[in-house]
């Protein structure tokens, strides 16, 4: 992402807990249509839709035409490029220490 | 019959003309793609395949459809896991269409079951793959040099 634009929706869409729910359903299950989104959303259908554009603006989600229903899938192209902008370069073994440190001070009775 | 696709897109600051080269021409792919290139005369009917820096074959098929610099459909059968292979053929469909100052690269990647071990070991490489393809073309220069990754597309 060179534009600070894209950027802006990519952290925009990804600061909704709704909508990274929407991620999840798509990781675990991709090539969904709304109808079955919402069946896993507490929310009403328009509400899925609204969340859905911001996803797909962001290019977070591709949606595919397949006869008269629109499929929803994951696009993690954006998160590897936050991956690598914003985590990569920063001091990748220090990040690791924490996150070694963080498991086993969270591991019960460890 | 079931099926399993995964779709990715990119925008990229380019031409249609630009990323049809870089996606098909040999010395360019290696800069993006960790040092993996493909063979083909890029025609309808052509045979097409996928080989490993070190010259191993990874994949191979046959160009199903193209259309420079706008679409190119792969027939795509995997060789070296046999676990993999025995999943037989898949589809590999790239579109470049002009967006506004830039250009959309949509890749989707089919086969005719569910679940696909083939579908799930081809995504975990792609977005890497295109993120690299997408810096390369925008700023000359490609974010990974690395060696070929675990994960990457084989």
């Not at chain 2, 079931?2 to 990715?8: G, L, Q």
């Not at chain 2, 990119?10 to 003309?17: D, K, L």
């Not at chain 2, 081809?122 to 690299?132: E, H, I, R, T």
């Amino acid at each position: 992402m060179a534009d600070r634009q894209d950027t802006d929706a990519l952290f925009k869409a990804l600061a909704d807990p709704g909508r990274r729910r929407l991620l999840d359903l798509l990781h675990a299950h991709d090539g969904r249509t709304l109808n079955q989104l919402c069946e896993h959303m507490d929310m009403t259908r328009q509400g899925v839709t609204q969340h859905l554009d911001v996803l797909e603006a962001a290019n977070l989600i591709a949606v595919i035409r397949q006869g008269r229903e629109k499929l929803h899938f994951l696009n993690p192209v954006p998160l590897q490029e936050i991956y690598e902008r914003w985590l990569a370069k920063f001091e990748k073994p220090r990040l690791k220490a924490l996150a070694e440190l963080k498991h086993r001070l969270e591991k019960p009775n460890g | 019959m079931a099926r399993s696709t995964f779709v990715y897109v990119t925008y990229i600051r380019t031409t249609q003309e630009r990323l049809w080269s870089a996606l098909t021409e040999r010395e360019f792919m290696k800069q993006w793609w960790f040092g993996n290139y493909c063979e083909s005369t890029w025609l309808a009917g052509g045979l097409w395949k996928n080989v490993y820096p070190d010259g191993r074959i990874s994949d191979s098929g046959e160009i199903v459809e193209a259309d420079p610099p706008r679409r190119l459909v792969i027939r795509w059968r995997h060789l070296d896991e046999p676990e993999l292979a025995a999943e037989g053929d898949s589809y590999c469909t790239m579109e470049v269409e002009p967006f506004g100052t830039a250009v959309k690269l949509s890749i989707t990647h089919t086969v005719e079951r569910e679940p696909s071990r083939l579908i799930t070991a081809l995504s975990g490489g792609w977005p890497k793959v295109l993120s690299n393809l997408k810096s390369l073309l925008e700023t000359g220069s490609a974010t990974m040099n690395e060696p070929y990754p675990a994960a990457a597309p084989r």
